[in-house]
C-alpha cells in the first residue's frame, strides 16, 4: 500500500517539474516580454528599464531565470504582482480558497444528483425512464457552462431577484448563509456538467455490477433488495465513478474558471483571467501553476481513495 | 410461467438476434432515433452555413441605424447593439463553429492517433515518453491554457484551430494506445510478423483498420467539444475576435444589453447546444453501431 503510494507521488514531481517548464516558457512568449507592463507606461525611460530588468533578473540566461522561479514558487516566494505591489502570494491566497470552496460546492451537488438519478435510471427499466434520463444527460454536456450561467444569471438575478448577480457576499453582511446565497447559482451552474456525465456513468457502473454473480447470490441468500442494491451493488458500482471524479477534476478548474467570470466570483480563474488583461506575469504564472497543481492533486487524491477503496489495488 | 423462460414483456425488452442476417452499421445506426434526428440537425446546420450569404440578406457586419430592434420584417431576429443583423449573424457564425469544429477535430485525430500508434506498437522507453507527454498536456486546464496561447500567439481563425487542435491530441492518443496494446498481440498481428511484414505495414494495414471505430466516435465527439472550446474562450474574449460573428462572441454583449432585448442572449447560446446536442447524439449513435460488432470481428 504504502509502495504504491510512493509510486505515485514519484510519478507526480516529474509531471509537475515538466508543468513548470512549460508554463515559464509560455510565459516568455508574450509580446513585448515580462516586462510588458512597464514599458507600456509613458513615464519609464530606457534607463528605468534596465535597472527594472537587473534587479528582476531578467537579464539572466532562461535557464538560470527558470531554476531561480521555481526555487521562489517551492520557497513560497511568489513575487510581487505587477498590478497591485503586493506579494503575489497573499494576491493569490484568499483566491484559491474561494475557488476550492465554489469547486468543493459543485461536487457536492453534483455528486447529490447524480449518484442517485444514475441508480434510479440503472434500476428503472421502463422506456420512458430511460429515454428521458438519456436525453437529459445529453443536453446536460451539450449545453456550455457560460450559456448557461448567463440564463440562469440574467432570468434568475436579474428579472426574478432570487440570487445575487454576483461575488461571495453581501456588502455589510456575511456569514453561512449569506454564502450559501451566492454560492448556489454558480456551484450548480458548474455542477450541471458533471451531472450528466456522471449519472450516465453511475447507471453503466450500476448496470455492470448488477449483473454480477454475487449480487445474484445475495439474492439468493434472501435479502431484502434493498439491502442487496445498498449494501453490494453501491460500494462496487461507486468504485470506478471515485477515479472518474478524481479525472475530472482537470476539467472543473478550468470550467471553475468560465462560471467565475460569468458571476464574478473572486476565485483563482478570474484572477488569471484578469492577470492575463493586465499583463500580470507573476500572478499569472502563479495562478496557472495553482491550477496545475490542483489538477495533479487531484488526481493523485483518486489514486489513493481508489487504493484505499479497492482491496485489490494494494496488492500490486 | 415455467422458470427459464421469459415473460412477454422481457421478451420484448431483449433484442434477439435475426437468425441468418447481419446489420450494416448504417442500418444499426438508422434504429437509433435520437441519431437520426441527431444527424438530419446537423446536415440541416452544415446546409445553412455552406448557404450562408445565399440564405441571409444582410452582411453581417454591416452596421445599420436600428439599435436593439425587435424582431420585424426586414430583420427577422432584430439587430444587435451596433445594429448588425442578428439572423445574419447566426448563420456567419455557424460557418466558423462548423469549420473550427471539423478542422479540430480532424487535426487531433491524425495527431493523437499517430502518437498513440506509436506509443502503443512500440512500447518501452518511446511509450513512457510519450506517456508522460500525455501526462504533462492533461494537468494543465485546457481553457485557460488556450486563453493564454490566444493572448500571447494571434486569434485569427488558423492560430485558434491551431492552437485547440495541439492540446486536444492527448485524449484519443490515449484510446488509440490502449487500443493497439491489446491489438498488438492478437494472432493477426503476430502472423503479419512471422510473415515478415514491416512495423508500418503492420500498424497501418492490420491493426490500425479494427480501431476504425474509437477512432470514428472520437472524431465526432471531438468535433462537440472543439465547438464548445472555440465558444468559451470567444466568449472570454480569447478567440473569435468582434467584429467577426462567432456565437461565443455574440454573446459577450448580451448582459450588458439585457433590458432592452432580452432574447439576444438565448439566440447564439442556443444555436451552440443545439448543434452540440445533435453531434452528440450522432456520436452516441455511432457508438452503439460500431462496438458491439468490431468485436464480433476480431
Known amino acids: 500500500m504504502r509502495n504504491y503510494l510512493v509510486r505515485q507521488l514519484l510519478q507526480a514531481i516529474p509531471t509537475l517539474l515538466a508543468v513548470s517548464v512549460v508554463i515559464f516558457a509560455i510565459i516568455h512568449l ?83 444528483i447524480s449518484i442517485p438519478f444514475g441508480i434510479f435510471s440503472a434500476l428503472y427499466r421502463n422506456r420512458l425512464v430511460q429515454y428521458l434520463s438519456n436525453t437529459v444527460a445529453m443536453l446536460g454536456v451539450s449545453i456550455p457552462t457560460f450559456w448557461l450561467g448567463l440564463v440562469i444569471l440574467l432570468y434568475l438575478s436579474v428579472k426574478m431577484r432570487l440570487v445575487p448577480t454576483g461575488g461571495m457576499m453581501t456588502i455589510g453582511k ?73 479525472l475530472q477534476g482537470g476539467g472543473l478548474i478550468g470550467g471553475a474558471m468560465i462560471t467565475e467570470v460569468v458571476f464574478a466570483w473572486p476565485g483563482m480563474g478570474r484572477m488569471l483571467a484578469e492577470s492575463l488583461t493586465n499583463r500580470d506575469y507573476p500572478v499569472l504564472m502563479a495562478a496557472f501553476m495553482m491550477m496545475s497543481v490542483l489538477v495533479i492533486l487531484g488526481n493523485l487524491v483518486a489514486d489513493i481513495l481508489y487504493a484505499v477503496v479497492d482491496p485489490r489495488i494494494k496488492l500490486e | 410461467m415455467a422458470q427459464g423462460t421469459l415473460t412477454r414483456t422481457q421478451m420484448s425488452e431483449v433484442e434477439l438476434p435475426v437468425p441468418g442476417r447481419r446489420r450494416s452499421v448504417w442500418q444499426e445506426f438508422a434504429r437509433n432515433r435520437l441519431a437520426i434526428i441527431g444527424l438530419v440537425i446537423f446536415i440541416l446546420l452544415v446546409g445553412g452555413a455552406v448557404a450562408a450569404p445565399v440564405l441571409t440578406s444582410y452582411d453581417p457586419n454591416a452596421v445599420t441605424y436600428k439599435f436593439l430592434a425587435r424582431p420585424s ?64 498536456l492533461l494537468s494543465i486546464p485546457l481553457i485557460p491554457l488556450a486563453m493564454v496561447l490566444g493572448a500571447f500567439l494571434k486569434t485569427n481563425l488558423q492560430f485558434i484551430i491551431m492552437i485547440l487542435g495541439l492540446l486536444s491530441w492527448p485524449g484519443i492518443a490515449r484510446i488509440i494506445r490502449a487500443e493497439f496494446l491489446s491489438l498488438k498481440e492478437r494472432e493477426f498481428a503476430l502472423a503479419a510478423r512471422v510473415v515478415g511484414a ?88 455511432l457508438r452503439d453501431a460500431l462496438d458491439p460488432r468490431l468485436r464480433t470481428q476480431g
Open chain 1, 30 to 112: 508574450a509580446p513585448g516580454g515580462p516586462m510588458a507592463a512597464y514599458a507600456m507606461s509613458p513615464n519609464v525611460d530606457q534607463a528605468e528599464l534596465d535597472r527594472i530588468a537587473i534587479r528582476l533578473g531578467l537579464n539572466d540566461p532562461l535557464p538560470v531565470q527558470y531554476v531561480k522561479w521555481l526555487k521562489s514558487m517551492i520557497t513560497g516566494d511568489w513575487g510581487l504582482s505587477y498590478k497591485f505591489g503586493r506579494p503575489v502570494f497573499e494576491v493569490l491566497r484568499s483566491r484559491i480558497m474561494n475557488s476550492i470552496q465554489l469547486a468543493l460546492a459543485s461536487l457536492v451537488i453534483a455528486g447529490a
Open chain 1, 174 to 246: 456575511g456569514g453561512p448563509w449569506d454564502r450559501l446565497h451566492h454560492i448556489i447559482a454558480p456551484a450548480s451552474v458548474l455542477a450541471t456538467l458533471y451531472i450528466a456525465a456522471w449519472s450516465r456513468f453511475v447507471r453503466s457502473s450500476m448496470l455492470e455490477v448488477i449483473g454480477q454473480d454475487y449480487i445474484t447470490t445475495a439474492r439468493g441468500k434472501g435479502l431484502a433488495e434493498r439491502a442487496v442494491i445498498v449494501r453490494h451493488a453501491l460500494k462496487n458500482a461507486l468504485l470506478p465513478f471515485i477515479t472518474l471524479v478524481g
Open chain 2, 73 to 136: 420584417r426586414e430583420h427577422w431576429l432584430g439587430t444587435d447593439d451596433v445594429g448588425r443583423d442578428v439572423l445574419s449573424r447566426l448563420i456567419y457564425a455557424s460557418r466558423i463553429s462548423v469549420t473550427i469544429g471539423v478542422s479540430v477535430s480532424l487535426i487531433t485525430i491524425c495527431l493523437g492517433t499517430l502518437v498513440g500508434a506509436i506509443a502503443g506498437y512500440y512500447g518501452g522507453r518511446l511509450d513512457a515518453f510519450i506517456c508522460a507527454a500525455v501526462n504533462l
Open chain 2, 198 to 285: 514491416s512495423d508500418w505495414r503492420i500498424i497501418l494495414r492490420h491493426i490500425l483498420p479494427n480501431t476504425v471505430g474509437p477512432m470514428i466516435v472520437a472524431a465526432t465527439l471531438g468535433v462537440a467539444s472543439a465547438i464548445l472550446a472555440e465558444s468559451a474562450l470567444s466568449y472570454l474574449g480569447y478567440g473569435i475576435q468582434p467584429p467577426t460573428a462567432s456565437w461565443g462572441n455574440m454573446l459577450i454583449n448580451a448582459q450588458r444589453f439585457f433590458r432592452t432585448y432580452p432574447a439576444l442572449a438565448i439566440y447564439p447560446g442556443a444555436l451552440i447546444s443545439l448543434t452540440v446536442v445533435s453531434i452528440n447524439f450522432i456520436g452516441d449513435g
